[in-house]
């Protein structure tokens, strides 16, 4: 019995998982594979210096690293179905604000496939108080500064 592939592919359901280039985590592949990457982490609402400081860095750790406003892409067009597909979302959370919190609370409810909550980490620079980051973890989210 031959053993089983192990090659990571794309979890694109609407796609050909060998040729998709369109969802989020594939963007940058040439055939819809990769396994030099540990995994696929979105970044969200960053401004481009900590963004391309925090890039640098989970790159270097082997990560595939998605920013979606980089590519043009507005925050609120990020569907469901691209959430889905990545292994880790990091948001930043510094600039607090209604529709920051709305955006950050809609990304903690999406569930994958599965039914378990995508693994978002709050982010900041600064530090909001006990009770704010008693919030972003009753959204099943975790929350760090920096």
């Known amino acids: 019995m031959d053993p089983a592939d192990t090659t990571r592919t ?3 359901s609407t796609r050909p998982a060998n040729n998709c280039t369109q ?5 940058g592949r040439a055939d819809g594979r990769d396994s030099s990457f540990s995994g696929v982490i979105l970044l969200l609402n960053f401004d481009p210096f900590c963004q391309e400081a925090l890039e640098l860095t989970l790159r270097a750790c082997r990560y595939k690293v998605v920013v979606p406003e980089a590519e043009g892409i507005p925050l609120d067009d990020v569907t469901d179905d691209e ?3 990545v292994d880790f979302v990091v ?8 529709e920051t919190w709305r955006r950050f609370r809609r990304i903690c409810s999406v569930r994958r496939m599965d ?6 980490q709050g982010w900041s620079r600064k530090y909001h108080g006990p009770q704010f980051h008693h919030d972003v973890e009753m959204l099943g989210a975790r929350m760090d500064y920096a």
């Open 115 to 120: 039914g378990m909550p995508l693994l978002v």
């Open 91 to 98: 948001f930043n959370l510094t600039h607090r604000s209604d």
């Open 23 to 27: 969802c989020l985590p594939c963007k």
């Open 10 to 12: 794309c979890a694109c």
């Open 83 to 85: 959430l889905q597909q």
